[in-house]
């Protein structure tokens, strides 16, 4: 996807340099700045502080952190605590521990001269195979759009929460693809960007990267959504998720749930688009699904441009309150229409999932 007009993925590697390149999220909108990730702890820093956020690109991260393991130190035990420490760094994703399990699967018993270029194939595999489920959830998502506009034959207005934009990927994104197969394809959209408090990745990351594709969008405060449902001006919703376990429920951003209820009230279609990479198939109640708890700074402190264009970070609350700060809520699959995947559009449902993954 571009970023003023040139084309780029979020993470690549630089073998001249030894070094894993990203675009630093932490710095958009208001910077654009590419990161070296030179060092395990670099990789695990990038996750924590959500220099790269989003499922897949986490995963892919923790896929080429284990490279720059390999790198830093040629050894299967330090290899085995990098990757220990890379699955702690963010417990909810499961695409974090899905990719390392996958790379230390491919690394064990692997001669050491030949452990790096294995490393490294399987973590660009990573990267490609993303880039090719969320094109095809594009594609998939894509005929939802288009039936929706046959009927209406007017713009088709999309809600979506926090990014799940192709800076969540490697490339496309999940709720995004559909959104940019339609743009591309002439369809008018139109899309609803919920801010996303605390840490405004709809406003920051989703706008931005919609406005450099040119897809006209609005953003609204996150409790915006239910007025724009019941007056008729949000034909779907699309959301990304970090974690769906095999009954179709859910975990996603802060505040999807909210919007799930509103969509189910007011008969909105209210979709989820996921790699199957994002499937946690072994758990079966959503209540066993770690919910991560960050810093409450990100709570009480908002960043921005002042009048000289630096970047400034301000207290808005009272210094004695306290806050929390809840990463993620579960959204119960009977409130879904949906799940749009790399294989198809399927019930949110066990035997859903199965007709799709056998």
Not at 342 to 348: I, M
């Amino acid at each position: 996807m571009k970023i003023e007009g040139k084309e780029y993925q979020t993470i690549w590697f630089d073998k001249k340099n030894q070094v894993v390149k990203i675009i630093d999220q932490t710095k958009l909108p208001h910077q654009f700045i590419i990161k070296d990730l030179k060092t395990v702890r670099d990789a695990i820093n990038a996750i924590k502080t959500m220099e790269v956020r989003g499922a897949p690109l986490i995963g892919a991260t923790a896929a080429y952190g284990l490279v720059l393991a390999i790198i830093e130190n040629n050894d299967q035990t330090f290899l085995k605590k990098s990757s220990e420490d890379l699955i702690s760094s963010r417990p909810t994703a499961i695409n974090l521990k899905w990719a390392v399990d996958r790379m230390i699967k491919k690394l064990s018993r692997v001669n050491s001269d030949q452990i790096l270029n294995i490393a490294l194939n399987e973590a660009k595999e990573i990267c490609e195979e993303d880039i090719k489920f969320c094109e095809n959830i594009g594609l998939n998502g894509l005929k939802i759009i288009e039936e929706i506009y046959n009927k209406k034959k007017d713009i088709v207005n999309i809600l979506t929460h926090c990014n799940a934009g192709w800076l969540a990927t490697i490339n496309w994104g999940t709720a995004t693809s559909p959104i940019y197969h339609a743009h591309k394809k002439g369809i008018p959209v139109h899309v609803w960007v919920d801010e996303t408090r605390p840490r405004n990745q709809g406003a920051n990351l989703t706008s931005y990267e919609l406005n450099e594709e040119e897809v006209p969008n609005t953003i609204i405060a996150d409790n915006t959504g239910g007025i724009l449902m019941q007056r008729g001006e949000v034909d779907m919703c699309i959301v990304g998720t970090d974690r769906t376990i095999s009954t179709g429920d859910f975990a996603n951003k802060i505040g999807t749930y909210l919007k799930a209820l509103a969509a189910k009230d007011n008969n909105v279609p209210f979709y989820v688009a996921l790699p199957s990479s994002t499937i946690d198939w072994e758990t079966k109640d959503f209540k066993n699904i770690p919910i991560e708890e960050r810093n409450s700074e990100e709570l009480t402190h908002v960043e921005g441009l002042d009048k000289n264009n630096n970047v400034e970070k301000v207290l808005i609350y009272p210094k004695k309150s306290k806050a929390m700060n809840l990463a993620f809520d579960v959204t119960p699959a009977k409130y879904v229409t949906g799940l749009i995947t790399e294989k198809g559009v399927c019930d949110a449902s066990t035997e859903g999932l199965k007709k799709l993954f056998k």
